[in-house]
């Protein structure tokens, strides 16, 4: 079964500085991923998706952006954080036939 | 696009006893319908999940109902135990979860000793 890896673990960040968060998937080929954000104390929001290299569908406008520049890594990135940026992002893993895992998650403080 | 409502925000049962949590989606076509739970600090786990061609599903003590003419299911956990104290997600999917999931809000279950 695969395995999703994220770090960092926990960030706090200025407003206005650049960010990158990383997510590896071991244990599986050609998997879709995502990119979800929860808010405290609130559902999952889907930020953005990608079914393949370089490809990368955006679900809500958001200063944020996402690559996939390897078939088992994806990134989420921003060049300017904002305040309402705070949050929980989960990346997660799905394979034809199966269903979404998720990975441990980053905690996002932005000061 | 889809759209789900969960209800109850906030459960407590005794321990022991049953606890059902309901969810409703807008979306005739969805096709997929996962639950999750998130324990505090850490990334939601799959615990069942149900497809349409099927109307009931149960694994051990955990269940889930779909009644697609009503657009609604529901997850049933029976002999509750202190573990099972966390919050659960509904989602759905209409591309039976490629395309990413539609998630209710949660609820918060508590199992009072």
């Known amino acids: 079964s695969q395995t999703i890896h994220q770090w960092p673990a926990t960030l706090v960040q200025p407003v206005g500085s650049p960010l990158s968060l990383e997510c590896t998937v071991e244990?599986?080929?050609?998997?879709?991923l995502y990119w979800y954000r929860q808010a405290a104390g609130r559902g999952l929001q889907l930020l953005f998706y990608s079914v393949g290299i370089g490809q990368i569908s955006s679900e809500v406008p958001q200063n944020l952006s996402a690559s996939r520049p390897q078939d088992r890594q994806f990134i989420l990135s921003s060049k300017k954080l904002l305040l309402s940026d705070s949050g929980f992002y989960l990346c997660?893993?799905?394979?034809?036939?199966?269903?979404?895992?998720f990975g441990p998650g980053t905690r996002l403080t932005v000061l | 696009g889809e759209n789900v409502e969960q209800h109850p925000s906030t459960l407590s049962v005794q321990e022991g006893d049953s606890a059902v949590i309901k969810c409703t989606y807008s979306?005739?076509?969805?096709?997929?319908f996962p639950w999750y739970k998130q324990e505090l600090g850490k990334g939601p786990q799959l615990i069942i999940d149900i497809r349409s061609n099927v109307g009931e599903k149960k694994d051990q003590r955990i269940a889930v109902t779909l009644n697609k003419t009503a657009k609604h299911f529901s997850l049933h956990i029976t002999e509750t135990q202190p573990e099972d104290s966390a919050v659960y997600f509904c989602a759905a999917s209409i591309s039976g979860g490629a395309d990413g999931l539609t998630f209710g809000k949660g609820t918060h279950l508590i199992i009072q000793p």
């Open positions: 997660a893993c799905y394979s034809v036939g199966d269903t979404q895992y």
């Open positions: 244990g599986t080929s050609n998997p879709n």
């Open positions: 979306d005739s076509a969805s096709n997929y």
